[in-house]
């Protein structure tokens, strides 16, 4: 397989309504697609980042910066530029896991396309031909606010609720949930990192609401900190934003620092390492669960392939297209009986749609 040309496309999409978390709110997708066009197949991908450092430390501007400059001409050096080779070509640089994810994921795109084989079949899917969906509720500015979304997301059958929180919207806002909808609602909240050890205490009464788990309550990768509070809560801590490898996975199961991790397939520099780390959570017995990034169906359609896997126990944040796009660049995925499909076709399974890729795109570079 030989590059013959790389597209980077910039597109913006609004959101259907303001996503909000502890880091801000945004109301639009502002990303960019990578089009890898080989001797063999085209493959896509999406960069899961935001034009802002304030989630991570990559942003859009830097990322380009970083395929262009360091990423793609290691990997055109290579005698085949094939996605397994591609990580340790691309090792040198230094952290940049999501713009690694993107680079990796159009090149085995590409890959399986020429196979025709399917990328959960590639990653060795064994559980079926759907996923169970769970939908994640940004902050709100009322409980009403709250309620209704919540009410409107149970009715369209997402099977679990996640409540972003932060201080001074953590409490109430779970109580007036449970009240509303009862004990047996499978729901589970995110801090996005808005805590310290110093609210442990304040963290403790979450045990009263039978959370499935609270995610990354503390400063991203301080591991003893969150084995601190992992001791003195009931509520099982997921990791997120502090799981970049296999390693990383490895340490905090044995730091006892969680008993659930989140897998962001971008975060951790692609599927092929997103795939290692289900592997050791499997091992020592932690479930796993796909997180999102309020991705397209490019980057949608792939987390449903790594979602497919059997270590994946719990409901991720894989929802339904209409949950944040009135309209996408693919063909939109839709819930069915809480579930949505794991594509079948080639490679991601799914095609940007012409037309409307044209409307999005504010921008087009070749690398």
Excluded at 121 to 146: F, H, M, N
Excluded at 152 to 171: C, F, M, N, S, T
Aim: glycine letters at 8%; hydrophobic letters at 45%.
């Amino acid at each position: 397989m030989k590059i013959e040309r790389v597209e980077l496309l910039h597109i913006a999409i609004p959101l259907v309504k303001p996503f909000r978390t502890s880091f801000g709110s945004v109301d639009s997708k502002d990303a960019f697609l990578l089009h890898v066009i080989t001797d063999e197949a085209e493959g896509w991908s999406e960069f899961a980042g935001d034009p802002d450092p304030l989630y991570c430390s990559e942003f859009i501007a830097g990322a380009e910066i970083v395929i262009r400059d360091f990423l793609l001409p290691r990997v055109k050096a290579l005698p085949e530029p094939r996605a397994a080779a591609a990580g340790a070509a691309m090792a040198p640089v230094k952290g940049n896991e999501l713009a690694k994810a993107a680079l990796e994921t159009a090149l085995l795109d590409a890959e399986l396309r020429a196979y025709g084989m399917p990328l959960a079949t590639y990653l060795g899917s064994t559980t079926g031909q759907r996923v169970p969906a769970g939908v994640s509720v940004g902050i709100k500015d009322s409980i009403p606010e709250l309620l209704d979304d919540v009410e409107e997301y149970l009715a369209d059958g997402y099977v679990r609720i996640k409540l972003k929180i932060e201080p001074g919207w953590d409490l109430e806002p779970l109580r007036a949930v449970r009240e509303r909808f009862g004990d047996a609602l499978p729901l589970q909240v995110d801090a996005n990192t808005a805590y310290t050890l110093a609210d442990a205490e304040h963290l403790g009464r979450l045990d009263e609401f039978g959370l499935l788990l609270i995610e990354e309550p503390l400063t991203e990768n301080d591991l003893r900190a969150h084995a601190n509070l992992q001791r003195r809560i009931s509520t099982p801590v997921c990791l997120d934003e502090s799981i970049h490898s296999a390693r990383d996975a490895a340490t905090a199961i044995a730091m006892e620092a969680c008993r659930i991790i989140n897998v962001k397939p971008a975060r951790v520099g692609g599927y092929l390492e997103a795939r290692r780390i289900h592997d050791v959570a499997q091992a020592n017995g932690v479930p796993v669960w796909c997180g999102g990034m309020l991705e397209t169906g490019i980057g949608r359609a792939p987390n449903l392939a790594l979602a497919a896997l059997p270590g994946f126990t719990l409901p991720g944040d894989t929802s339904a297209t209409s949950r944040y796009y009135a309209e996408d660049i693919t063909e939109p995925f839709v819930l069915e009986d809480g579930c949505l499909r794991v594509p079948s076709g080639p490679g991601i399974g799914i095609d940007p749609l012409p037309d409307t890729l044209a409307r999005f795109t504010t921008a087009t570079h070749l690398l």
